[in-house]
């Protein structure tokens, strides 16, 4: 009896180990894609500060580069990933009114419409359209955090491109 119940452990046991074991991340992209690239993002949105399209352009190449495997192509619209876009809405609106129609909060949106050209293993596009924001205190010029705001919304827009190629393909 005390046999069949160590057969029977050893048995459980070895059915569910791991048949591998791996270190290296093959993400959730198809082999075929190596590299990258991404071109400078158009702006189409008022009152956007100059150098944002290219500041947010250089972020998404820095986070797709540190979070995935793809490797940056130094030719501009070359690579298995094509990453194109255009700044569509830079606003700021009063939120949480308060009593006499004076807000506490302003709110800081960004709004980019990419398009993703895949040339690898099938050809194919991708579309994303995102969307984010940032409140911040009425009483505080926008000038004075405006760089810190946009440091936010960016690491948020660059998360959404690094799904999108993560996990629609």
Not at 35 to 56: D, G
Not at 62 to 69: A, L, S
Not at 77 to 86: K, V
């Amino acid at each position: 009896m005390k046999s069949l119940l160590i057969f029977i452990l050893l048995f459980l046991l070895c059915s569910c180990w791991p048949s591998s074991v791996s270190l290296s991340d093959t993400g959730g992209m198809p082999e075929e894609w190596k590299t990258f690239s991404v071109t400078t993002l158009a702006n189409n949105a008022p009152n956007t500060p100059i150098s944002y399209s290219a500041n947010l352009s250089e972020q998404i190449k820095d986070g797709v580069q540190n979070n995935t495997r793809l490797l940056l192509n130094p030719r501009s619209g070359a690579g298995e990933i094509i990453i194109e876009g255009t700044i569509n809405n830079y606003s700021v609106l009063p939120v949480a009114m308060q009593e006499g129609d004076n807000a506490a909060k302003n709110r800081l949106t960004v709004s980019v419409q990419f398009t993703i050209f895949i040339s690898a293993p099938k050809e194919d596009k991708m579309t994303l359209t995102s969307t984010r924001f940032v409140d911040y205190d009425s009483n505080t010029d926008l000038a004075t955090v405006e760089a810190n705001l946009l440091e936010e919304i960016n690491k948020q827009i660059v998360q959404d491109v690094i799904n999108k190629l993560l996990s629609n393909w």
